[in-house]
T-cell receptor, first 113, second 112 residues
Framework: KAGVTQTPRYLIKTRGQQVTLSCSPI?????VSWYQQTPGQGLQFLFE???????NKGNFPGRFSGRQFSNSRSEMNVSTLELGDSALYLC????????????FGSGTQLSVL | GENVEQHPSTLSVQEGDSAVIKCTYS??????FPWYKQELGKRPQLIID?????GEKKDQRIAVTLNKTAKHFSLHITETQPEDSAVYFC???????????FGRGTSLIVHP
């Protein structure tokens, strides 16, 4: 069974640009959640999608958005990039029933210059 | 919403010693408490979890304890080995939430 796949693995952008990250969940998983990881801040929850609908949302500005497709693949978009957006962005998939194991991808390391 | 506090932020031990990481949570409705391990440059992976109907769970050298009254839970690692060096995250979630709230992580360093 293939794991959670995130692309690209690394990204370098400049301030003001926008970026799109992709996440392919484990087959059969309908929930995809996104996290921002920075040193000392742990895993900050961005949003969660289930069956193409945003089911939960964290406390991030509207520049951060996402979507989920009918095959459960998800994309995350960040517009008008700021230096502080530099981080590792992780996605995680699960069946979507709640209170269950999350399977994480390897992440996309975003650097904003 | 749920708030999870995790301590210490850094823990340094000698190989063979025990390590304990503690977490507290705020929402009394939380009933699922997973622990994730993230080795350097790798993805977080679940190592053990506990539900609120159980007070303790063991898996070889690792164990988790839960005190619902005090709203805290702990990870215990015995006979630590260098490969235990990693960042450990605790989390808590309730039946009404599909997303766990994570602590800030503990960097465990095991010296050979």
């Amino acid at each position: 069974k293939a794991g959670v796949t995130q692309t690209p693995r690394y990204l370098i952008k400049t301030r003001g640009q926008q970026v799109t990250l992709s996440c392919s969940p484990i087959s059969g998983h309908r929930s995809v959640s996104w996290y921002q990881q920075t040193p000392g801040q742990g895993l900050q929850f961005l949003f969660e999608y289930f069956s193409e609908t945003q089911r939960n949302k964290g406390n991030f500005p509207g520049r951060f958005s996402g979507r989920q497709f009918s095959n459960s693949r998800s994309e995350m978009n960040v517009s008008t990039l700021e230096l502080g957006d530099s981080a590792l962005y992780l996605c995680a998939s699960s069946v979507g029933q709640g209170n269950e194991k999350l399977f994480f991808g390897s992440g996309t390391q975003l650097s904003v210059l | 919403g749920e708030n999870v506090e995790q301590h210490p932020s850094t823990l340094s031990v000698q190989e063979g010693d025990s390590a304990v990481i503690k977490c507290t949570y705020s929402d009394s409705a939380s009933n699922y408490f997973p622990w994730y391990k993230q080795e350097l440059g790798k993805r977080p992976q679940l190592i053990i979890d506990i539900r609120s109907n159980v007070g303790e769970k063991k898996d070889q050298r690792i164990a988790v304890t839960l005190n619902k009254t005090a709203k805290h839970f702990s990870l215990h690692i015995t006979e630590t080995q260098p490969e235990d060096s990693a960042v450990y995250f605790c989390a808590a979630s309730s039946g009404g939430s599909y997303i766990p709230t994570f602590g800030r992580g503990t960097s465990l360093i095991v010296h050979p």
